[in-house]
């Protein structure tokens, strides 16, 4: 089985889900999508010339939390089961995780993380493409030296309600103070290792070994990454998935691939593909057993650690 540790599943550039898109998850082998609402998504734009994303203006009070939960309210009107608990995923009935992409929603009130835990978000990544009070992002200059005060207690909190702490999009510096701050395992769901010498290696939001060895020791999670591979495509995630396994081990490799985002809107604009990332790990000699911790096994695990004792 397989699960994708970070989507965008049906968001279209118009409002709402494209049921087709979450429909092909049987088809393809996915039992479970985590589907994630853009909290900064009114105050970013991708620039075309550089398909690179940068954030326009600043957000109006409460507009981050007003378009994350709507996100979160097309998710939960999309008529696809929503699993809140590991032993929620099953191999015969496809179903989606909420996320939450940066936490510009809070504005300073870590209550917020109760009422989205309350609600099923089981996934919460720090920051995305704004520069926002939890820490710096990999894709603007530092503004905060690393993960913030109010970052580190929001970390705390997250660990306490069994959210998942995902660290995607954060600087190095950001990432060890979440390692400070965290005693469960945490993720970077959607991330390659730099590597210059490939055509599209050397992007920004590319991780060094360090980084991703910090989230391994958490005993968290790295998901390979198609969206940033606009020479690469397909063949580039599944050579970027092996190198990551290769660097950190098998046990904290998964897949997360943001589609339909950048490149994902062609290569992957559906589940359909999926299964090939399974029979590309066996064509190369994995056991069986390597297999579905890549595909699936090593993001259970850690959100079970994470879920325990909530």
């Known amino acids: 089985m397989i699960i994708d540790m970070h989507?965008?599943?049906?968001?279209?550039?118009?409002?709402?889900v494209d049921r087709s898109v979450l429909d092909s998850m049987g088809p393809g082998?996915?039992?479970?999508?985590?589907v994630a609402a853009v909290a900064d998504a009114p105050i970013i734009r991708r620039d075309?010339?550089?398909k690179s994303i940068r954030q326009v203006r600043d957000a109006a009070p409460g507009e981050c939390l007003a378009a994350t939960v709507a996100a979160l309210d097309a998710y939960d009107a999309c008529g696809v089961r929503i699993a809140r608990e590991p032993g929620e995923i099953r191999a015969d009935d496809p179903s989606?995780?909420?996320?939450?992409?940066?936490c510009d929603f809070l504005e300073g009130d870590l209550d917020r993380l109760d009422a989205m835990a309350a609600r099923g978000v089981r996934s919460i990544q720090l920051t995305?493409?704004?520069?926002?009070?939890?820490?710096?992002?990999?894709?603007?200059?530092?503004?905060?030296?690393?993960?913030t005060a109010f970052g580190a207690a929001a970390v705390r909190r997250m660990d306490r309600l069994g959210i998942?702490?995902?660290?995607?999009?954060?600087?190095?510096?950001?990432?060890?103070?979440?390692?400070?701050?965290?005693?469960?395992?945490?993720?970077?769901?959607?991330?390659?290792?730099?590597?210059?010498?490939?055509p599209d290696g050397g992007h920004k939001r590319f991780i060094s070994s360090d980084y991703a060895r910090m989230v391994a020791e958490s005993g968290g999670v790295v998901g390979a990454w198609i969206a940033v591979l606009w020479d690469e495509g397909m063949q580039g995630m599944?050579?970027?998935?092996?190198?990551?396994?290769?660097?950190?081990?098998?046990?904290?490799?998964?897949i997360g691939t943001d589609m339909p985002a950048g490149m994902a809107e062609t290569e992957m604009p559906d589940f359909a593909r999926h299964h090939e990332l399974a029979e590309a790990l066996r064509g190369r000699g994995m056991r069986a057993d390597e297999v579905e911790k890549v595909c699936a096994g090593n993001w259970l695990r850690a959100f079970a650690a994470v879920r325990a004792g909530v």
């Open 29 to 34: 082998g996915v039992v479970a999508c985590v």
């Open 164 to 198: 998942m702490v995902d660290v995607a999009h954060c600087t190095e510096a950001t990432v060890r103070g979440v390692a400070a701050a965290s005693g469960r395992p945490f993720l970077c769901t959607h991330a390659n290792l730099v590597w210059p010498d490939r």
């Open 96 to 102: 989606i995780v909420l996320a939450v992409e940066g």
């Open 48 to 50: 075309l010339a550089t």
């Open 238 to 254: 599944i050579t970027h998935m092996f190198r990551l396994i290769d660097a950190i081990g098998v046990d904290h490799v998964g």
């Open 128 to 147: 995305h493409y704004v520069v926002n009070e939890t820490g710096d992002i990999q894709t603007a200059a530092p503004v905060h030296g690393g993960l």
């Open 7 to 16: 989507t965008h599943a049906g968001r279209t550039s118009k409002p709402g």
